[in-house]
């Protein structure tokens, strides 16, 4: 079958791909643009590893197929850092010990990168209900709040 | 997953010929957050899929001048937004926040979680009491279905080959008719209903003269219950005409029993919330 070719802007750069209509854009992240930062966790929407933005809003890239990026603005975990270093929130959970095995960090990250753009000051009630929709297997969440907390105040009171 | 082929036309007419002519099984995407999941478990089997979020309106809910029209290709993020929707159909906006996580939200739209006919979907409960009429597009022309109608059975919808959901259409009711949704799962996020129950009364006078209930997750479709209904008109919305119409949901649930919930314990929360929605309906019928 013929594949489409689609333009899309991944992380402020435009880029060409192609891909079969059934990829997802998940598939064609990792295995079209070598962007293998977002994660693969359960391919059905449940477990959120692989949360970007599209067009400003969060989305499992699992539940929408690459072809539909056509035209859209897409951020992934690898759009993060700045040319500085990392962002806020990538400090924070390094520095509160948010990850272990690592496979749902872009995932919270990306989350909790488009929660801190919406309400820059959330409370952990707001935080918890925001990243339902990640899961971790390894940390039991607390360490993630309070790296999103730490990160929510370091961004708004800098150094 | 299957083997796809894609479209995404730009008009309507162009999407009604693309349904009404295909030879191999064809489904229309909107949100895709059901319909990704289940094209995955297809392995040697041929989808043409119809991309309908480019047609003009689509991701729109306009007001008309007799109506609310909510087009199918909205998300849920953007509708639970509009505070000109949730002035009028409370309700509606609380079922679609219920749909999924942040993530979920993005991409789901109420119009595809009624499509996708599930026994549990939210939004179709409080679809059916805001009085929701589906409008369809059709080789031919248009045709109407009130929602109640519409869900035929387990993941089964009303639409015939070649027919596409359009949107969905409300009468803009009385600031004295307000709706309510509630449902209940057993964790607080990302779980699904072991009951719902959609409600809209109209309140005059302290009597309620008009009133819609319908259940959702306790039978094979969503129901609309019209004896809770007759139950609460002409009443003040007291404990007893609550009680009844509680049980009037009750004696229609014919639920199945499975991990999150026996049938037993579904017939009973399914009554508790219907009188927790009527007095949500009802205060906020007060408060305008």
């Known amino acids: 079958m013929a594949r489409l070719h689609v333009e899309s802007k991944i992380n402020g750069e435009t880029q060409e791909f192609l891909c079969d209509a059934s990829q997802s854009l998940l598939d064609v992240l990792r295995d079209e643009l070598g962007l293998t930062g977002t994660k693969e966790g359960c391919g059905t929407g449940d477990c959120g590893a692989c949360s970007v933005l599209v067009d400003g809003r969060l989305v499992c890239s699992c539940l929408m197929l690459g072809v539909e990026a056509s035209g859209k603005n897409v951020e992934t975990i690898e759009g993060i850092a700045g040319d500085e270093g990392l962002h806020p929130l990538q400090n924070a959970f390094l520095e509160n010990a948010a990850l272990q095995c690592g496979i749902c960090t872009p995932g919270f990250i990306v989350a909790s990168k488009a929660l801190l753009e919406k309400n820059p000051n959330p409370d952990e009630s707001t935080i918890r209900y925001w990243l339902a929709g990640n899961l971790c297997r390894c940390t039991g969440y607390d360490k993630i709040i309070r790296a999103v907390q730490d990160a929510a105040e370091k961004m708004s009171h800098p150094a | ?288």
Not at chain 2, 180 to 203: C, H, K, N, Q, W
Not at chain 2, 257 to 264: H, I, L, P, V, Y
């Open chain 2, 1 to 288: 997953m299957v083997a796809l082929t894609y479209h995404a036309p730009e008009s309507l007419e162009e999407a009604v010929q693309l349904l009404s002519t295909a030879r191999q099984p064809v489904k229309v995407l909107s949100g895709g957050t059901d319909l990704i999941i289940q094209m995955q478990g297809l392995i040697q089997d041929e989808r043409l899929v119809v991309d309908v979020k480019k047609i003009p309106g689509m991701r729109a809910a306009d007001w008309t001048e007799d109506h609310l029209i909510l087009g199918p290709s909205m998300s849920c993020a953007q509708f639970t937004k509009r505070q000109d929707i949730q002035a009028v159909f409370p309700g509606l906006v609380e079922a679609a926040y219920l749909i999924g996580s942040t993530q979920v939200q993005g991409r789901a739209t109420i119009c595809g979680n009624l499509c996708n006919a599930s026994p549990a979907g939210d939004s179709i409960p409080a679809l059916i009491a805001a009085g929701g009429i589906c409008d369809i597009a059709t080789a031919s022309g248009r045709r109407e279905l009130p929602v109640e109608d519409f869900v035929i059975g387990v993941g089964k919808n009303a639409l015939q080959a070649g027919e596409f959901l359009l949107g969905v259409k409300f009468s803009p009711p009385q600031a004295t008719t307000k709706d309510a949704y509630l449902r209940f799962t057993p964790r607080t996020e990302m779980d699904i209903a072991v009951a719902g129950v959609g409600v809209r009364v109209s309140v005059e006078n302290g009597v309620c003269t008009d009133a819609r209930v319908a259940i959702g997750a306790v039978a094979p479709t969503a129901l609309l219950v019209t004896k809770a209904a007759d139950a609460l008109i002409g009443s003040a919305l007291d404990e007893a005409a609550l009680t009844a119409a509680g049980q009037a949901c009750k004696d229609s649930a014919s639920p199945i029993s499975d991990k999150r919930g026996t049938a037993e314990y579904r017939q009973k929360v399914v009554a508790v919330l219907c009188k927790r929605a009527i007095a949500i309906a009802h205060q906020r019928a007060l408060e305008n």
